[in-house]
């Protein structure tokens, strides 16, 4: 049976490449799923600054750099506080050079966002510096062995909440916190829509300014499912309104780029051993939360409900 291979939008080249060996991340890694269609819409004047996650086996091991027609993708590894305002800086001399084409893209996890790097990530968003800020969220710091972080949700085990002192806070909203700096654009995306999240690539190429990416790269250790899943946890997370795919352009304009089924959360949740000791009241307080928030952005881009 002949298959018709349809053109892609995007560019038939591959930066992470089999021949190679593959990558070092976990099976079914969903960092590296992102960062495949990331590189796949932002083109190759590239430079990436980027600290200690998962990513570092990505960048850094022999068999594993990302190329380009051959040629490793530069790649500048900071101190956790530092990418944020070393990426502003790197920015600034390319300029200074007359090189106004190369994007300079931070590649930082949530713990990096959320919590160790965010007085940097403050600064130079308050400052409205010309990068791309980009979040990959498995919502603990897995690099290290699943820690909590402020991207952890509330209720699940880690390593350092494990059964049965649970993690009581909720997850920090980056993305509110980002809109509230006035960046010109702010989106989040995720591995089961490729096609959208490779569209917001192309688009911010056009925008000048601080712009922001919030990603949600499901994790296969840390989140306890099988490898093979980790598209469908990702389109869960959308379904359920765990996780909404939507943009803000300029602080104020509110985008939904994906109505939700309404799926409850428990399917989401059941699929994953981080959650399997919670009770179906449990679940109730989750959907009432999660009801909650989409409701509060469904207002703000003024979406029928």
Known sequence: MNMIKRPSKYTEEEYILPPRGGHSPCPGCGMVLALRYFLKAIGEKVVFVSTAGCIMPTLLLPKCLLEYKGEPIASIFVPFGSTAICAGGLKSAFVARGDTETEVVVWAGDGATFDIGFGGLSA?????????????????????????????????????????????????????????????????????????????????????????FHFLTPCVTGWQYPSQWTVKISHLAVETKI???????????????????????????????????????????????????????????????
């Open 124 to 212: 130079a968003a308050e400052r409205n510096e010309d990068i791309i800020y980009v979040c990959y969220d498995n919502e603990a710091y897995m690099n290290t062995g699943n820690q909590r972080s402020s991207a952890t949700p509330q209720g699940v085990i880690t390593s350092t909440n494990p059964f049965p002192s649970l993690k009581r806070e909720g997850k920090k909203d980056i993305m509110s916190i980002m809109v509230a700096h006035n960046i010109p654009y702010a989106a989040t995306a995720t591995i089961a829509y490729p096609d959208d999240l490779m569209r917001k690539v192309q688009k911010v190429k056009s925008i000048s300014g601080f712009r922001f």
């Open 243 to 305: 996780f909404p795919i939507f943009e803000v352009e300029d602080g104020l304009t509110y985008t939904i780029n994906k109505e939700p089924k309404g799926i409850p959360v428990e399917e989401y949740c059941k699929n994953q051993g981080r959650y399997k000791h919670l009770t179906s009241q449990d679940f109730i307080q989750i959907q009432k939360k999660v009801d909650e928030r989409w409701n509060r952005l469904c207002q703000q881009a003024h979406y029928e409900l």
